[in-house]
Structures are given as structure tokens and as C-alpha cells.
Antibody, heavy 117, light 107 residues
Framework: EVHLVQSGTEVKKPGESLKISCRGS????????IGWVRQMPGKGLEWVGI????????RYSPSFQGQVTISADKSISTAYLQWNSLKASDTAMYYC??????????WGQGSLVTVSS | SYELTQPPSVSVSPGQTASISCSGE??????ACWYQQKPGQSPVLVIY???KRPSGIPERFSGSKSGNSATLTISGTQAVDEADYYC??????????FGGGTKLTVL
């Protein structure tokens, strides 16, 4: 059975760095794209970007290019989303999801990031 | 940038049919998916490739596409269907694009 398990809740201060994770199991991790989705409080879903763990091919939504870094370590079946300098506006729930030919079939449980001074 | 447009809210009485629309320039040449999200939960795929239902999704959920518009239809709507619904497609760079979401209220 396919599972995506994300790292837990994070509370950070503006300017701090952060790396959240998404570990896949139940399938061959390096053969499916993994995407990241942001959901700000009370708002809709926003596409952040996507990575193919097999060769680390990464693509970003224009709104997030330069703001975050997506990476993956296929040896431990884990994808990452990281920030070098957090802002209060980065406060959101972040989901990872596996992209199949059907769409985003499998989702992680979400990682809540709160940035506050 | 490419956008998908959905109505912010739709209301329906129990047992009636709810229809949620999604329009976008690229929909004529790409597939549409639909996701259901209940409060505090991760989204769930309910329709893919415009009209197909994943296993485990009730038959009352159906999808269609015509030209640059896609529609999610819920027949015999139940209280348990009250949720936010998002359409999703891909832009010319094959990046995922979401609609703004529709809050379905079952009155």
C-alpha cells in the first residue's frame, strides 16, 4: 500500500531556515514525480513545484521559483521542501503528493509551518 | 499565468444534484481532475481524466468536460459530501494548476 508520511508541525521565527520532509513507502520511490502543495490558512490549494527522484529533475511554479528549494534523496525514499529565510507569509499547511498519470492520487498528511516572531 | 476559475460556493439540498464548474483556456487540450477536501483533512482525488472515478469513490460523483470547461456533478447529494472541491489541470509547461476552490454546502 502506498503511503506518504510527512514531518511534523514546525514553529519558526522570521529569517530562520527550515526543511520539511515527505517519505514514500509501498512503491518504487524513484519512478514517480512528487509534488508540493501550499494551503495558507482558510485558503485554497497552490502548486509549489515537483521533483522526479530518479534524476532530481525539478520544476517550480513561477510564484515559488527562488523562494523555496525542492530536493529528494532516493536512497531513503524522501523528498524535501526547504526555505533559507522564512517569512510570516510562509505560514501554511504544506502537502506532498505523488503525481500519477491520473493526477495526484496519494497525498501526505500535511506539515503545518508557523512563522511568527 | 494560466488560471482555472470556479464559483466560490454552491448550495444544494440533500438528495438533489450539485454541479460545480471549472473553466480555463487550456482545458480544451488537457485533462481535468477534481479533489474533495474536508476540514482538517488532505485532499482526495474524486475524478481524473475528466470523467473517471478512482476506486472507492461513490458512483454519485461524475465528471464531464466540454471545450474549455469541466463540470463535477454529485447526484443525490448527501450531507457527507459537504466539503471544498478543487479542479486541477496542467499548464503549457506541464505544471499543475488548481482552481480557486468551491465550498459545497448541503442545506
Amino acid at each position: 500500500e502506498v503511503h506518504l508520511v510527512q514531518s511534523g508541525t514546525e514553529v519558526k521565527k522570521p529569517g530562520e531556515s527550515l526543511k520539511i520532509s515527505c517519505r514514500g513507502s509501498g512503491y518504487r520511490f524513484d519512478t514517480y514525480w512528487i509534488g508540493w502543495v501550499r494551503q495558507m490558512p482558510g485558503k485554497g490549494l497552490e502548486w509549489v513545484g515537483i521533483i522526479y527522484p530518479g534524476d532530481s529533475d525539478t520544476r517550480y511554479s513561477p510564484s515559488f521559483q527562488g523562494q523555496v528549494t525542492i530536493s529528494a534523496d532516493k536512497s531513503i525514499s524522501t523528498a524535501y521542501l526547504q526555505w533559507n529565510s522564512l517569512k510570516a507569509s510562509d505560514t501554511a499547511m504544506y502537502y506532498c503528493a505523488r503525481q500519477d498519470s491520473s493526477g495526484l492520487v496519494y497525498w501526505g498528511q500535511g506539515s503545518l509551518v508557523t512563522v511568527s516572531s | 499565468s494560466y488560471e482555472l476559475t470556479q464559483p466560490p460556493s454552491v448550495s444544494v439540498s440533500p438528495g438533489q444534484t450539485a454541479s460545480i464548474s471549472c473553466s480555463g483556456e487550456n482545458l480544451g487540450s488537457t485533462n481535468a481532475c477534481w479533489y474533495q477536501q474536508k476540514p482538517g483533512q488532505s485532499p482526495v482525488l474524486v475524478i481524473y481524466q475528466n470523467a473517471k472515478r478512482p476506486s472507492g469513490i461513490p458512483e454519485r460523483f461524475s465528471g464531464s468536460k466540454s471545450g474549455n470547461s469541466a463540470t463535477l456533478t454529485i447526484s443525490g447529494t448527501q450531507a457527507v459530501d459537504e466539503a471544498d472541491y478543487y479542479c486541477q489541470s496542467w499548464d503549457s509547461s506541464t505544471l499543475v494548476v488548481f482552481g480557486g476552490g468551491t465550498k459545497l454546502t448541503v442545506l
